[in-house]
């Protein structure tokens, strides 16, 4: 697996790599030869010069890559945040020159979706609260909405998309969750774009698929997949993906900063996700963190089993703690340890980010009827409930066991399942759409939305609708209101 990782590596960054070489051989004529006449001077000059840019350029890109600038609300808060972007898409050129027609629609009352910076672009400073710390622990990047309604969201008005439903009495077994939902996507009788990361989610969802699939259904399969997935788990590739209608999205990795700044707010494979999403209902492998758990014991696997006070223990929680303590009362289960802590905060309060950060290159509101998260059902939503114990047991390499015997016994890999651990697929980006509401209207101005004239020119002051009169961001007056 690690050399596939490393030819994605060489594949993704391979002129950038050689354009150093490059300079590096030029560098060390430079200090070898000394210069004869004057054109060599001037060959020197120009390369000192070449060396001296590609330096400032490494230092702005590595200021401003996008790994830095997902952690940016946490690091620096909403208005610093806000103004960092704000700085990325100017350095860049980001945004070009466009006339910006008015919306013409009609915005609905709440939003379903929303960037950090959104609360600024009204005009307002939305405070930091507890909500904010408890998404940032489970790595939430978007407005948190908590879905037991305990927490607020800070100052916008916000509305919970999936109910968190009762699961009392339920009984069905993971397996059994999994071959109805992949029957319940066949059933559909529609093309199906499935993007598929090699990762234990996305490949749940294609093994699903295939198991269920009679072979006019599989005709109508297309994967879509980029170079890292092949690299991530080869073998399914080689045995069940090679040989269906499939594209490798190609082109430098969403990591890539040199790939383009564009990167900071899309990466490669959102573009192709909206198109299909226009055309084809879109299987994503989606909630399957929020089903069983929180990256951070990935992360953290020192956590597993221990006590919750061990993580509340962080300074980062002090000034938050009753808040939290009335979160974990609000779990439908006991939570004994930090796995049950971290699942319920990645499923109460990260659950509706995840329903809409991979769509951030939808143009078309009509596109959101075509999308189907795998694990975004009610059924699954009942079976991590019901199941606590069945989520990890004592290892990293258990996380997500049931889901691993579930792709061993279509694939029959049993190193996949007993030592795959969970890798991060997505490399979400900050995006290009600011929120969006409850009419599934896209609210986004320009390339980057951080224009705010063109937010002014498009919105007027209707996106103040949003604010809550009664919170504190109403104190000043805003842009939009």
Not at 110 to 133: M, N
Not at 202 to 223: I, N
Not at 380 to 397: M, V
Not at 420 to 433: A, C, M, N, W
Request: proline share 6%; hydrophobic share 40%; net charge negative.
């Amino acid at each position: 697996m690690r050399r596939h990782l490393l030819a994605d590596w060489f594949h993704e960054n391979g002129r950038e790599l050689a354009i150093d070489l490059a300079l590096a051989a030029a560098v060390i004529w430079l200090v070898l030869v000394p210069p004869r006449d004057r054109i060599e001077v001037v060959i020197q000059a120009a390369i000192v010069t070449g060396v001296l840019l590609r330096a400032f350029t490494a230092w702005r890109d590595w200021r401003y890559a996008p790994q830095n600038l997902n952690h940016i609300w946490y690091r620096l808060g909403r208005d610093a945040g806000t103004r960092t972007i704000d700085k990325v898409a100017r350095i860049y050129r980001l945004e070009k020159p466009e006339s910006i027609h008015p919306f013409d629609g009609e915005l609905g009352d709440a939003l379903l979706h929303a960037r950090q910076d959104l609360p600024a672009r009204c005009g307002f400073s939305a405070p930091r609260g507890a909500i904010d710390v408890v998404a940032d622990s489970v790595h939430g990047f978007w407005i948190p909405i908590d879905r037991s309604h305990t927490l607020a969201p800070p100052g916008l008005r916000m509305e919970v998309a999936d109910p968190i439903p009762d699961a009392a009495g339920f009984t069905a077994h993971f397996d059994d969750v999994c071959l109805a939902r992949a029957e319940q996507i066949l059933d559909e009788d529609r093309e199906i774009a499935v993007f598929w990361s090699g990762g234990i989610d996305s490949t749940t969802a294609l093994s699903a698929l295939l198991m269920q699939a009679a072979p006019a259904d599989r005709a109508r399969l297309h994967v879509f997949l980029r170079p890292r997935s092949i690299g991530e788990y080869p073998e399914f590739f080689a045995a069940h993906v090679r040989d269906l209608p499939h594209t490798v999205i190609t082109g430098h990795g969403a990591n890539a900063f040199q790939a383009g700044p564009s990167r900071t707010f899309s990466s490669d494979v959102g573009p192709v996700l909206g198109q299909q999403a226009s055309e084809k209902l879109v299987v994503t492998g989606e909630h399957g963190d929020q089903v069983f758990g929180s990256i951070k014991l990935a992360e953290n696997p020192e956590w597993i089993g221990q006590p919750p006070d061990r993580y509340l223990n962080d300074p980062a929680f002090d000034g938050f703690r009753d808040d939290i303590e009335r979160l974990n009362a609000a779990c439908p289960v006991p939570i004994g340890d930090i796995d049950t802590m971290l699942w319920w905060w990645n499923f109460a309060v990260k659950w509706q980010e995840i329903s809409y950060r991979s769509l951030a290159d939808l143009r078309d509101p009509s596109s959101f009827r075509n999308i189907r998260h795998f694990f975004q059902t009610d059924d699954f939503q009942k079976w991590s409930i019901a199941n606590p114990d069945l989520k990890i047991r004592d290892s990293l390499a258990s996380y997500k066991w049931p889901a691993k015997d579930f792709i061993y016994a279509f694939a029959g890999d049993a190193d996949y399942r007993d030592h795959k651990v969970k890798v991060g697929s997505l490399r979400v980006r900050i995006g290009s759409v600011l929120a969006i509401d409850n009419h599934h209207n896209i609210i986004r101005a320009g390339q980057t939305s951080t224009d705010e004239q063109k937010i002014r020119a498009k919105y007027g002051a209707s996106l103040g609708r949003f604010v809550i009169g009664d919170s504190p961001l109403a104190a000043t007056t805003g842009r939009f209101s």
